[in-house]
């Protein structure tokens, strides 16, 4: 090998490369990378709602010695807890020895909602033989994607009594599963011609459910009678009880290694479990930091991050307010010396769609964790532009601590746009910036990422709160 020249060993000393993980790793790296993804594919088969996601957080939680919290409840250093927030969102925490009017809290908040089909209060109906579901699509959906693919059943339903019922069918290798209908090409020159976003209208995502009728002739709705004596005999439930439940329709697609290589994971759900796991795990994980961590798994992101389960709510503050209770300290001094990590994805450089993409500013496939200064739409409109000091903090703990990372913008300017819940927290004088795992085909039933940066983001997460 030829010895560089001297612009050369200038050049590489001045300038800025990304690094592809996997070029850099070594073989004990590698295994480390495989390892740590086979609990995160478990993670993302049992956990496909919010709820889903909450109860099995929880049990991560306990069985690492944390008891869930109260509103009101004393705190004390060393206490580890969690608030479980109407059993769709969760804060888990460690009250760390470090005097929080100086050190703050370390906060890593991400979100466990996800893209999906919502049934409408009054749902089931049948016609022309077969029996159906009537769906609201919740989160910003491409409407096409939901056809023709396998559909399972999620969330719970209240009856009339109080009791809440459980629901899950179609996860199981023996469950039926779900499906919307398409119109076969044949005769559909006109929905062709269409633009993709009107091709499958939002009213016509309706779940095909039955097509055996009721053995009774004087009954009128017989497939749907079908359908309701079979959820009755299973769960107990009548009609009227969908008036009281929440239950969706997600993909019944299982987590699968992609590619011969097996680098690249696809599933139901990357956004924003993705973040979600390493958050739970870097907590876990580093039960001796003198930190005080919080971890939060937000609800209604997808929507807006509204109401008593999203990051718009009062609960963070409300905890925080707590701990710096407990602790006879000011919890707007805590406030102000906090920091925050927004764990939530961004999406991956493909050259299959270059022309939206701005290739300097764009994450790289296994080039790590990706922070994003800023999200937002057109001239950088309902973001949190974290502060350069902030953005060179995170950037030095990156370095002391090996973590190969990466920056990004969302897109080209003007080509869209997104958010997160970073601003909502910045909102509290929190000092925010959004860090996590790019993803390819974002927001579509069956997502794509590396799982080098997977675990680059548990990494950068374990660096956070250590």
């Known amino acids: 090998m030829s010895e560089k020249s001297i612009g050369q060993e200038i050049f590489d000393k001045l300038s800025y490369k990304k690094k592809n993980i996997f070029e850099e790793a070594t073989p004990e790296k590698v295994k480390a990378i495989f390892d740590y993804n086979v609990g995160y594919a478990a993670f993302l088969d049992a956990a496909k709602t919010e709820r889903e996601a ?82 609201h699509y919740y989160g910003g959906v491409k409407k096409y994607q939901w056809t023709a693919i396998p559909l399972a059943l999620h969330g719970v339903m209240v009856t009339a009594d109080g009791s809440v019922v459980e629901v899950n069918i179609g996860e199981d290798d023996s469950d039926p599963v779900f499906y919307i209908n398409d119109l076969l090409p044949h005769l559909g020159q006109k929905q062709g011609a269409e633009p993709l976003s009107s091709a499958i209208s939002g009213e016509s995502l309706n779940i095909l459910i039955g097509g055996l009728p009721y053995d009774d002739k004087d009954v009128s709705d017989k497939i749907k009678l079908t359908a309701l004596s079979i959820l009755n005999e299973k769960y107990g439930v009548t009609e009227e009880d969908f008036l009281s439940a929440e239950l969706s329709l997600v993909p019944a697609f299982k987590a699968r290694d992609i590619g011969f290589d097996r680098a690249l994971i696809a ?58 209770r407990s602790l006879g300290k000011n919890e707007v001094v805590v406030r102000s010396k906090s920091k925050c990590l927004s764990a939530d994805v961004t999406a991956c450089y493909d050259p299959n769609f270059a022309d939206v993409y701005e290739r300097r500013n764009s994450a790289m496939i296994s080039c790590g964790t990706t922070m994003s200064k800023y999200t937002g739409a057109r001239g950088k409109s309902s973001t949190n532009d974290a502060s350069a000091e902030f953005v060179g903090f995170i950037r030095k703990l990156f370095r002391d601590n090996g973590v190969i990372w990466q920056t990004a913008e ?57």
Do not use: W
């Not at 930091?289 to 389960?309: C, P, R």
């Open 54 to 135: 909450t109860a099995y957080a929880i049990k991560m939680a306990e069985a690492k010695g944390y008891t869930e919290y109260k509103l009101g409840e004393e705190l004390k250093v060393g206490d580890k807890k969690y608030l479980n927030q109407h059993g769709k969102s969760l804060i888990l925490f460690k009250v760390g020895e470090n005097d929080l009017e100086c050190d703050g809290i370390r906060i890593l908040a991400a979100h466990i909602d996800s893209p999906r089909l919502d049934l409408k209060q009054v749902p089931m109906y049948e016609e022309a033989g077969m029996g159906f579901l009537k769906t």
């Open 267 to 324: 599933a139901y759900g990357h956004d924003d479990r993705v973040c979600s796991y390493p958050a739970v795990t870097a907590l876990l994980d580093n039960d001796d930091t003198k930190h005080t961590v919080m971890v939060v798994l937000a609800d209604k992101e997808e929507i807006g991050s509204v109401g008593v389960t999203g990051m718009q709510s009062d609960i963070l503050v409300d905890v925080m307010k707590e701990i710096s």
């Open 410 to 466: 969302l897109g080209k300017v003007d080509a869209g746009g997104g958010g997160t819940v970073a601003m909502y927290i910045a909102n509290h004088n929190i000092e925010t910036v959004d860090l996590g795992v790019p993803v390819i085909s974002m927001h579509a039933p069956y997502e794509v990422v590396s799982k080098a940066d997977v675990y680059s983001t548990y990494e950068a997460f374990c660096a956070f709160v250590k």
